[in-house]
Nanobody, 116 residues
Framework: QVQLVESGGGLVQPGGSLRLSCVASGSIFSSSTMGWYRQAPGKGRELVAIITSDGTTRYADSVKGRFTISRDNAKNTVYLQMNNLKLEDTAVYYC??????????WGQGTQVTVSS
């Protein structure tokens, strides 16, 4: 079983920055695709960014050029650096681990609020 623990959310003004972290338990982190998703009030969960085991990244169009996903396999940690935050980035952000053998796992979520 894998547990994912997110941290780094909070309240920030428009144009500000935050860095989210997600630490995974277990031994399958390095062979898994890691992703960040978000869910705004009244909306469905959407993909923000993913990073594969070989470091390939993909981003939602709405965050390209502002967000950067990265991973540290030695620390079983995935990061999401969020710059130039906008009001519409307000959401609960969830960490996801996808492994082709063991399936999908989700964190509990961390709130990001962008407000002036």
């Amino acid at each position: 079983q894998v547990q994912l623990v997110e941290s780094g959310g909070g309240l920030v003004q428009p144009g500000g920055s935050l860095r989210l972290s997600c630490v995974a338990s277990g031994s399958i982190f390095s062979s898994s695709t890691m992703g960040w998703y978000r869910q705004a009030p009244g909306k469905g969960r959407e993909l923000v960014a993913i990073i594969t085991s070989d470091g390939t990244t993909r981003y939602a169009d709405s965050v390209k050029g502002r967000f950067t996903i990265s991973r540290d396999n030695a620390k079983n940690t995935v990061y999401l650096q969020m710059n130039n935050l906008k009001l519409e980035d307000t959401a609960v952000y969830y960490c996801n681990l996808h492994n082709s053998v063991h399936g999908d796992f989700w964190g509990q979520g961390t709130q990001v609020t962008v407000s002036s």
